[in-house]
């Protein structure tokens, strides 16, 4: 069973930091490009920040260019989104989603992490 448990969420005040982490399990983590999602309320869910397998590619939503950084440790099944530079605007439930590199089929969500940035 693939299981993708984020971490990391919490309150931060404007112009601080976070770093959230999405751990997997139950998948060859290797084939899989990962992403960070968010979706605000009353707002739909929106690409952040995407990584390939093997880390050697990155994109990122241009409302958090220079401001986020995705990385991933494959020997921990594990990506982070480095969060720095934080605005109210970037609220919203956080949540990672594998997609398989081989097969279009094969992609997972996890549930979710609350991020708040507000004084």
């Known amino acids: 069973q693939v299981q993708l448990v984020e971490s990391g969420g919490g309150l931060v005040q404007p112009g601080g930091s976070l770093t959230l982490s999405c751990t997997a399990s139950?998948?060859?983590?290797?084939?899989?490009?990962m992403n960070w999602y968010r979706q605000a309320p009353g707002k739909e869910r929106e690409l952040v920040a995407s990584?390939?397998?093997?880390?050697?590619?990155?994109n990122y939503a241009d409302s958090v260019k220079g401001r986020f950084t995705m990385s991933r440790d494959n020997s921990k099944n594990t990506v982070y989104l480095q969060m720095n530079t934080l605005k109210p605007e970037d609220t919203a439930v956080y949540y990672c989603?594998?997609?398989?590199?081989?097969?279009?089929?094969?992609?997972?969500w996890g549930q979710g992490t609350q991020v708040t940035v507000s004084s």
């Open positions: 989603y594998a997609e398989n590199r081989l097969s279009s089929r094969l992609k997972y």
């Open positions: 139950g998948l060859t983590f290797t084939n899989y490009h």
């Open positions: 990584i390939t397998n093997t880390g050697g590619s990155r």
